[in-house]
């Protein structure tokens, strides 16, 4: 998986979770750069206090790929759903309870996602991330609705002023999002 790692509006690193972390930790200030899957444009939150190897395994124990003997931890989380009586009837009587088919159920449902769904997480995702530190750029808002839009001309102007970097980053999570728009297969 590769990651970025932005600090104010500078990509410090691009990489693994190992190598950005010590890309970081290298420079001579004390920085906590921001932490972004590429993939998903989702953010990693960890501590940068100690020195590359520290940083690493606190990061690792977030994102649950630490290897340690016994039960791996799974990142399982508990929280309330509310069903009507009828749904927990059914729930009771499915293989495995209710957690390990609501479970399969939604790895169903991510698996056979409609394009439709896709171009919405996406775009959901690529928003999120430009919201994180770009929400008081200049040009935001505009780059946020044509994002929506579709529209690569809108998009382009919105982030013309934001740091080089940056904008080939936002602008290629674009042009994927638009290739979906026009027929690519999201599966690929």
């Known amino acids: 998986m590769q990651y970025l790692a932005i600090y104010g509006k500078t990509v410090l690193a691009k990489g693994s979770l190992e190598h950005i972390i010590k890309e970081v930790k290298a420079l001579e200030r004390d920085i906590e750069a921001m932490v972004f899957e590429v993939e998903t444009c989702r953010r990693v939150e ?10 690493l395994e606190n990061a690792l124990k977030g994102t649950g ?7 791996p931890k799974l990142g399982v989380k508990a929280k309330e759903v509310t069903l009507l009586p009828r749904h927990w009837e059914w729930l009771a009587t499915q293989k495995g309870g209710a957690s390990a088919t609501l479970r399969r159920l939604v790895d169903e ?3 056979n996602a409609s394009t439709e769904d896709i171009i919405c997480t996406k775009q959901q995702q690529l928003d999120k991330f430009m919201m994180a530190f770009l929400g008081d750029e200049a040009g935001y808002e505009e780059a946020s609705r044509a994002l929506y839009r579709n529209s ?4 382009e102007a919105a982030i013309t002023s934001w740091p080089l970097e940056i904008k080939e980053f936002v602008l290629d999570k674009f042009n994927l999002i638009a290739d979906l728009h026009n027929g690519a297969n999201p599966h690929e």
């Open 152 to 155: 690569k001309v809108g998009f």
């Open 109 to 111: 449902a991510l698996s």
């Open 65 to 71: 790929k630490v290897n340690k003997p016994g039960r």
């Open 46 to 55: 960890f501590s940068w206090h100690g020195d590359s190897q520290n940083v």
